[in-house]
Structures are given as C-alpha cells and as structure tokens.
C-alpha cells in the first residue's frame, strides 16, 4: 500500500519484535471492514446486535481489570525530566523502552498485526496530522475507522515523508502490572500494551491528538486543546462559534449537543456541534483570526446517564453504526441497556452485565456501583456524521472562527455563573486556575478542589508550566483573539440543590458570552473579571429563576476567592519552577484586588 521506507522499516522492526502470524493492512473499505466485523463476532470478541433496532451496532466486554483510562500508568517520556514536568510521570526514553520491549517481544504469536494508516483532521487539510498504528486487535481496528479517517489517502498524502506518528499498541496479556501507555513525544512515537480499552489504546485520541499533538502545537505555533466545539446559529442565520473545556463530570458532551429551550428554538436558534472533546487551533493568516478544527471521525462517549432528556442527540447519533463497550446486553430482543437510559431495564433472565454474567435488575442499588449492569465508564463509539445537530462544517479543511473560548469547573460557592476575563494573558491565567469539587462520597472528601487547568490536567504531552507559556505566546500572535470566559453552572443553594437549571438553558449564558463578544451587552468589573449585569442574562420562561437569583448566582464571595487564592498558590508551586512569571503577575494582581 506504500513505498515510504520510514514506514515500512518501522513496520518490519516491530514485527519482527512481536512476532505476529501475519501482517493486514487496512484499506478503511467497507468490504474489509464487514469481513473484520464477521471475524470479531465468531470469535466472540464482539456481539452482532439486533440489525433492524440497531443497525450495524455491535457489542464488546473489555477485561474485568481493563475498564478505563489508567492516569497512573501513563508516561511522557522525554529526556529530561523537567520537559515532562512534575504532574506527569515520567521515565527516561531508553529505559522506558527496554522495559516495553521485554513485554512486546513475541506478544502477537498467533496473532494477527494490523497496519492503520489514519488522519487526525481531514486528509489534506493544513491542520491534518498523519498516524500508523500496528496492533493486534480487531476491536481497535473497528473503533479507530470510527474515530478517525482511515485509508489509502492517507498513506498518498504522506508520500515518501518521515512525518508521521508511530503508534504501536499489543494486548500481551492483558496485565495491569505491565500495563503501559506510553508517550515519546521527542520522537513521534507511542507505545501501549497490556491494555484493550479505548482510551488506552485507540492511540489517536488523547495519546496523538492531545498528549503529542499539545507538544506539536508548541513546537509548531497552534495549539490541541480539551475542548469542545459548538455553533451558535441566530434566527438571521448567522453561526458564531464557541470552544469550551470542562473538567469530566462537568456536562461537556451534553454542551456539545445543546437543545436550545422552548424560548430559543421558537424564535430559531439552533446548536451545531462541531466536536465533543477535542480541537486543534491555528492563526488564519487571512483574518487574523483563531480557528478550530475537531480532528477526530466519530464520539466516544460515556453511556451512563446518556438518555431521551439528558442528551438526545447523543442517543440517536449511537442507534446506528456504534460499538458499544461494558453495557448491559439485553438478551431478550438483541439490544442495549445501561443505567439512566430509561426505566425499563431487562427483566431478570433476559439480562447480562458488562462482565458477561446473568444481571438482576431488581438488585441494583444506586449507591452501590458493584450493582450497576452496565460498568460506570462503559461507551459508545459512534460516527459524528449520524450526530442530528451534527455542524456543516463538521468537515471543513479550514475550521470555524472562534468567538469565545470557554473555561468552566464544578463549584458550590466560588465561581459565579459566568465571568468574563479582563484579556487573553488573564484568561490564561484563568484557565491555569480551572477546578472542580468532589461530588461523590466514593472519590474520598466531598468538596475537594481538584485543579485541572484547561481540563488538559492528565493530558499535557510536556511540562505544564511550559504548556501555560505556550498559551501566554500564542496570545501576542493572534491579531484577532477569541474572549476568554469562566462558567460554573453547579453553584448550590444551602441545602446543596443546584440553582440553575443547566442542560439547555446554558444556551442562556452562551447569548450572553457572544453579545459580549460583540460588545452588544456591558458588564460589572469586579475582583475577578468582568461579570453580566442580572438583566442581561434572559430568564424568559424559566419558572423558578428570579432576576433574584441571577443576582445571587453571579455574587463574588470576597472571602472563599482568597481561600482559593492560597490553593492556587500551593497548585503553582506542585506545577514548579517554570510556571510563567504572568501567571505569578495576575495572581498576585488578583489577590490585591480581592484585598481592596
């Protein structure tokens, strides 16, 4: 399929390494892609489900001791130690290697290696970035022809260049001992084994197109973010677009594929997602303006909680095309079910759990995950073309324009509902500051501030310190900036109910956020940035929220910010000593006003 010789010595290295049987290409044919689907039901690897409810969907079971991303086990592993940083882990190139390849030697006897020539971004665009990855599972194979663009092309677009990621992933033994996802972001390479689970081993996802990509973007002059893309389309037909990151557990996907409410879709607004979790953004050279891209094909999502009322657009993009990972299979007409779907799950006898045992719904105790049928991580892999609100730009080989870039975190008291920050080196330092507090009892403490600076906390490819510089820069060589907001939309009452109403009512704050942009609306200056006035946030409809309330949402408690100050400063100094002295400026400038 190609005679790039960086590509083929590579490929022949590590075969004979791991020693496979033989050697697939894939071609990203449908024909090829049928024949794999065929191969992983009778083996068992995958469950074809019921076609006329769910066509061309299947179902998959990890490993009981292999059901999500494993932060403790993931490694950069550049040179020095202090490129990585200090909230990576770390080991040094040569060492990290010798102990992989102790583990990769021999670990596809009888096993078929399979070569992915992907893009991540569309094939040939200026953000397009070119991976191969070699592994030993079908079920990869399947997921990455969703999740990124497969094929010949790709190969034709790299031609004879050396330019590309090399991406090797092998089952081995499924250990958790010998569990290793590894970047070298130095060299272009990543190396994961003992894993089967997505987000260990779909190796264009957070391993290329953050952890490596983010390196990239610094080298390079543009920037891979955690972040979301959605458009915003006024009733005169003009879409001005917004990328936000949250930390997980902070409702991103459902902001991805916002429903705007009643008031709002029946004078014609509409939300089109242009991606749910990751963006690439360069300069335009034309306007001067920040564009994004979604690099990736499809949605991995998390299918607890995913239902009719949470997020619609979710559900209907995952009823077609989509391999579902850890659900609840339901025996009875050869479909899906997970917690918070709806309320009528298997009965006793037509159910199996995610670990492939006989599940009794009359058991589950909400408190207790251990009775949970589907597993709480378990996913949906689904193309983003059968998303409805699916963005026309979805595609585009130039990005949108970005009018606002969002920063938001899970707080009971600090944050208000949205503010906006004084320019683009304060909305850095906002999004440094980024953090959200335990919620479950499960986690340890309830209320412990967990900072995640730009929710990229586990997916920085360097040293963070270094990350935050990079975004100081990139400010003084965007002529046109997005505006750099902050959102909390889990502020609580005293008895600990969320008072806004969140879900698509967000789309609230969101008009707000673009009026601003387009200096439509003004705004208080307070300690921390610029917050809305009460009435410019639109309550139209909203039954139980006063002009009150928005006045009591967008409060700036003096006292909790400069407890959040000292946090901060503890934070910054865990991060070390190539956190950018602008960060140490607005903080400093932060406190003084607080003080004031």
């Not at 080991?91 to 399979?114: H, V």
């Not at 200026?126 to 999740?147: P, Q, R």
């Not at 980024?434 to 009892?441: G, V």
Request: charged fraction near 25%; glycine fraction near 8%.
């Amino acid at each position: 399929m190609t005679n790039n010789k960086y590509v083929l010595n590579w490929i022949e290295e590590m075969a004979a390494m791991t020693k496979p049987d033989k050697i697939v290409w894939i071609d990203g044919t449908e024909e090829q892609a049928e024949a794999l689907r065929a191969e992983a039901c009778s083996t068992g690897e995958m469950i074809k489900l019921n076609q006329e409810l769910l066509p061309n969907c299947y179902l998959h079971r990890t490993a009981v001791n292999d059901v999500a991303r494993v932060e403790g086990r993931t490694y950069i592993c550049t040179e020095k130690k202090e490129d990585a940083g200090n909230i990576n882990n770390w080991m040094a190139p040569a060492e990290m290697k010798e102990k992989l390849f102790k583990l990769y030697r021999g670990s596809m006897k009888g096993r078929t290696m399979y070569v992915i020539p992907y893009s991540m971004g569309v094939v040939g665009s200026d953000f397009a970035k070119y991976g191969i990855e070699l592994t030993d599972s079908i079920y990869v194979v399947l997921n990455m022809l969703i999740m990124t663009r497969v094929g010949v092309n790709v190969l034709e677009a790299l031609g004879d260049s050396p330019d590309y990621i090399k991406g090797l992933h092998a089952r081995a033994d499924i250990d958790e001992e010998n569990r290793y996802i590894t970047h070298f972001p130095e060299t272009n390479e990543i190396m994961s084994v003992n894993s089967g689970y997505g987000g260990n081993v779909l190796l264009g996802k957070k391993c290329f197109a953050l952890r490596i990509a983010s390196y990239l973007g610094r080298k390079e002059g543009w920037m891979a973010e955690h972040m979301l893309i959605l458009g915003v389309e006024y009733p005169n037909g003009d879409i001005k677009y917004i990328t936000a990151a949250f930390p997980s557990a902070c409702g991103k996907t459902n902001l991805a594929m916002l429903i705007p409410p009643a008031i709002y879709r029946e004078k014609g607004y509409k939300v089109w997602c242009v991606g749910d979790d990751i963006a690439w953004l360069r300069v335009n050279k034309e306007d001067g303006k920040l564009y994004a891209v979604n690099p990736e094909n499809g949605f991995f999502g998390v299918a607890p909680g995913t239902n009719e009322k949470s997020n619609p657009n979710a559900l209907h993009t995952c009823m077609r095309d989509t391999i579902f990972t850890n659900v609840v299979h339901n025996t009875e007409n050869n479909t899906v079910w997970w917690e918070g779907l709806d309320n009528n799950p298997p009965t006793p006898g037509n159910a199996i759990d995610w670990q492939g045992r006989p599940w009794d719904c009359t058991k589950f105790d909400k408190k207790d995950k251990s009775t949970c049928g589907a597993h709480p991580n378990s996913r949906f892999t689904a193309l983003a073309k059968n998303c409805p609100c699916i963005s026309s730009e979805f595609n585009s080989l130039k990005g949108v324009p970005v009018s606002a870039i969002v920063f938001g975190g899970r707080r009971a008291k600090t944050a208000p509902l949205v503010y906006q920050s004084f320019d683009w080196k304060h909305g850095s330092f906002v999004g440094s500051i980024m953090a959200s507090e335990t919620t479950a009892a499960a986690a340890g403490a309830v209320g412990v501030v967990r900072r995640d600076p730009m929710a990229m906390r586990p997916f920085v490819g360097y040293n963070m310190g270094d990350y935050w510089k990079h975004w100081v820069e990139m400010g003084k060589v965007i002529p046109n900036a997005p505006k750099i907001f902050h959102v909390n939309w889990f502020r609580t009452d005293d008895e600990g109910h969320f008072i806004w109403p969140g879900f698509g009512d967000n789309l609230r704050v969101l008009d707000w956020i673009l009026a601003r942009c387009e200096d439509k609306v003004d705004a208080v200056e307070t300690a921390i940035g610029y917050v809305p006035k009460a009435e410019d946030i639109n309550i139209e409809g909203l039954e139980d929220i006063t002009l009150d309330t928005i006045k009591e949402l967008l409060t700036v408690d003096k006292a909790s910010w400069l407890e959040d100050v000292q946090n901060i400063k503890e934070f910054y100094a865990l991060v070390g000593d190539r956190v950018p002295a602008e960060m140490y400026e607005e903080l400093a400038a932060l406190e003084a006003r607080l003080n004031a």
